[in-house]
């Protein structure tokens, strides 16, 4: 599975002298957490085409990538945790978002247009692309001279 996330997305969570991800980390943790965000909200929107960073709406990309900084952190500081922290504000974050997008409280804005840039995206030519036709075509196919 491609990743929906990239190390950038996770280290925004994260403050680089509490925790610096390598460049080249292959965020183990994501197919995981992406499977459970897509699982989550597959009843309200259309995961399929959610298959790459550019296709997946930012709003899932943050919740994504908060979930993995909050499982990264506790692995980093496991033995220190005895308290509430900052893992636990960013699975408390993350819980919150899914449920305000499964409750139809928060939509995400990109979603559709994402669909739609997906679907425009290819080439358009005559007699499709109108753009740049002033006057009515002369002639078409299959007309005889």
Same mark, same amino acid.
């Given at each position: 599975?491609?990743q929906?996330?990239?190390? =950038? !997305?996770?280290?925004?969570?994260?403050?680089? #002298?509490?925790?610096?991800? !390598?460049?080249?980390? =292959?965020?183990?943790?994501?197919? $995981?957490?992406?499977?459970?965000?897509?699982?989550?909200?597959?009843?309200?929107? !259309?995961?399929t085409?959610?298959? %790459?960073?550019a296709?997946?709406?930012?709003l899932?990309?943050s919740?994504?990538?908060?979930?993995?900084?909050? *499982?990264?952190?506790?692995?980093?500081?496991?033995?220190?945790?005895?308290e509430? $922290?900052?893992? @636990?504000?960013? @699975?408390?974050?993350?819980k919150?978002?899914?449920?305000? *997008?499964? $409750?139809?409280? *928060?939509?995400?804005? !990109?979603?559709d =247009?994402?669909?739609?840039?997906?679907?425009?995206?290819?080439?358009?030519?005559?007699p @499709? @692309?109108? %753009?740049?036709?002033? #006057?009515?075509?002369?002639?078409?196919?299959?007309?005889?001279?």
């Amino acid at each position: 599975m491609a990743q929906l996330i990239n190390v =950038d !997305d996770v280290q925004s969570w994260l403050t680089e #002298d509490r925790l610096l991800l !390598d460049g080249n980390d =292959d965020l183990a943790e994501e197919t $995981n957490v992406s499977n459970e965000v897509k699982s989550v909200v597959e009843g309200r929107y !259309d995961t399929t085409l959610w298959t %790459s960073r550019a296709t997946t709406p930012t709003l899932i990309k943050s919740i994504i990538s908060a979930r993995v900084a909050a *499982i990264r952190y506790r692995k980093v500081y496991a033995d220190q945790l005895e308290e509430e $922290n900052y893992a @636990d504000w960013l @699975d408390n974050w993350y819980k919150m978002q899914l449920e305000g *997008i499964i $409750n139809g409280q *928060i939509q995400l804005l !990109d979603a559709d =247009d994402l669909e739609a840039a997906l679907v425009s995206s290819g080439p358009s030519f005559h007699p @499709d @692309d109108t %753009s740049s036709v002033t #006057d009515p075509a002369k002639f078409s196919l299959g007309m005889t001279f």
